[in-house]
Every structure is written in C-alpha cells, then in structure tokens.
C-alpha cells in the first residue's frame, strides 16, 4: 500500500509527464486555429466531417462526431458529423474484402465529397489505414486534418492540410492531448462561424 507521501510524488510525477506536452500543444495555437477557420468554412459551405481511427481513437471519432452532431453547449448549432469506425459490419466487410489497411478509405471514397472534412486520429502517427483514408480525402479534394501522437509518424510526413502533434509517446498522455485539441476544434469552429466575416474568401469557395 502506498504511503501518503508516495502516492503524492506518483501524482506529482503523473502531471509532470502531462506538462510538457500540454505545453507544447498550446505552443500550436496557431495551427489550430487555421485548422478551425478552414473547418469552419467548408461547414459554413454545407460540408460535412468524416472522423476515423482504430481502437482508443475510434472512441475519440465517435466523441468527435457526437460534439459536433449534438453540441453539448445550449444553443450551438449542430453540424454533421460521421464516425467511420461505427459499422460493424461494414468495416469488417471491407476488411475481409479489401484488407484492413482500406476500411476508413473506401468509407472516405463512398461518403466524402470534395467540400467535406476528414479528420484522422493516430496514437503514434503510423496507423496506415488513417494514413491511407487521409491520402483518399486529398484525392477528393477534402479538407484533411489529422490528430498524432509521438513524432507525428508517417502521418506528420504526409501533406496533410493540418497535422496536430501530442508530443509524447505515453498513449494515455497521447489520448489527453487528443481530447484537448479536438474540443479546441469544435469550440473555435463555432467561433468562426458565428463571425463569417472572419472566413474570408474561405467561405465563398
């Protein structure tokens, strides 16, 4: 059992791995807010947000989805969002026909549409069915952003619109930086999007 003093320094030590990272995800600040603005005018335009991952981040891309399908904040406005990590049946099908590596880029393919977002989430940068959604969303013309961890991986390497680094390789740290940067995304989409003027001629595109 850990005495009280121990179990403070294992605290201590636990908001001290998160400190840096936190740290430098703020220092993005300005890559989050093109990200937002560029969200926010392909979703003032009728766009929609196609959001994926595998494990851990498919529970990030349904949380994505729902925030901004049902805001959680009265009087937001609700903006459409689809988790391609949802079916089941679906993703499993393409895995069995297709492999697993094509399971969110056929969804990209079927659903997306040139005025669309799609929004990839990897732990560690490498996940090479995100990788390969994000690569099929340029195809089509879509807005791409991505969500990594570590150095940002393959992803990072990609050219991908917006690419946001937890800098970190502890998964969990990872996680919390995510969940940060995509409710920073949802709330200056609103922003931007209750000032339209701000989106410029990204809005009449």
């Given at each position: 059992?850990l005495g009280?003093?121990?179990?403070?320094?294992?605290?201590r030590?636990a908001?001290?791995?998160r400190?840096e990272?936190?740290?430098?995800?703020?220092?993005?600040?300005?890559?989050?807010?093109?990200?937002c603005?560029?969200?926010?005018?392909r979703?003032?335009r009728?766009?929609r947000l196609?959001v994926?991952g595998?494990?851990?981040?498919?529970?990030?891309?349904?949380?994505?989805a729902v925030e901004?399908v049902?805001p959680?904040v009265?009087g937001k406005?609700?903006l459409?969002a689809?988790?391609?990590?949802d079916?089941a049946?679906l993703l499993?099908?393409?895995a069995?026909a297709r492999?697993?590596a094509?399971?969110?880029?056929e969804?990209v393919r079927?659903?997306g549409a040139?005025?669309?977002i799609?929004?990839?989430?990897?732990?560690?940068?490498?996940?090479?069915?995100?990788?390969?959604a994000l690569?099929a969303?340029?195809?089509l013309g879509m807005?791409?952003?991505?969500l990594?961890g570590?150095?940002?991986g393959?992803?990072?390497?990609?050219?991908v619109?917006h690419?946001?680094?937890?800098?970190?390789d502890d998964?969990?740290?990872v996680k919390?930086?995510?969940v940060?940067?995509?409710?920073v995304?949802?709330?200056l989409?609103?922003v931007?999007?209750?000032?339209p003027?701000?989106?410029?001629?990204?809005?009449?595109r």
């Amino acid at each position: 059992m850990l005495g009280e003093r121990t179990a403070g320094g294992a605290v201590r030590a636990a908001f001290g791995r998160r400190a840096e990272p936190g740290r430098r995800l703020g220092e993005d600040a300005d890559a989050l807010a093109r990200a937002c603005r560029d969200m926010a005018a392909r979703f003032h335009r009728g766009g929609r947000l196609l959001v994926f991952g595998n494990g851990a981040a498919a529970a990030d891309a349904q949380h994505v989805a729902v925030e901004f399908v049902h805001p959680v904040v009265v009087g937001k406005r609700a903006l459409p969002a689809i988790s391609l990590a949802d079916d089941a049946a679906l993703l499993s099908g393409i895995a069995a026909a297709r492999g697993l590596a094509e399971v969110f880029a056929e969804q990209v393919r079927l659903f997306g549409a040139p005025g669309d977002i799609a929004l990839g989430i990897s732990a560690d940068g490498h996940c090479p069915n995100v990788l390969r959604a994000l690569r099929a969303a340029r195809e089509l013309g879509m807005c791409t952003v991505a969500l990594a961890g570590g150095d940002g991986g393959g992803i990072a390497a990609e050219p991908v619109d917006h690419v946001v680094i937890a800098r970190s390789d502890d998964p969990r740290v990872v996680k919390e930086m995510h969940v940060t940067a995509y409710h920073v995304l949802w709330e200056l989409v609103h922003v931007f999007l209750e000032r339209p003027g701000s989106l410029g001629t990204e809005a009449a595109r």
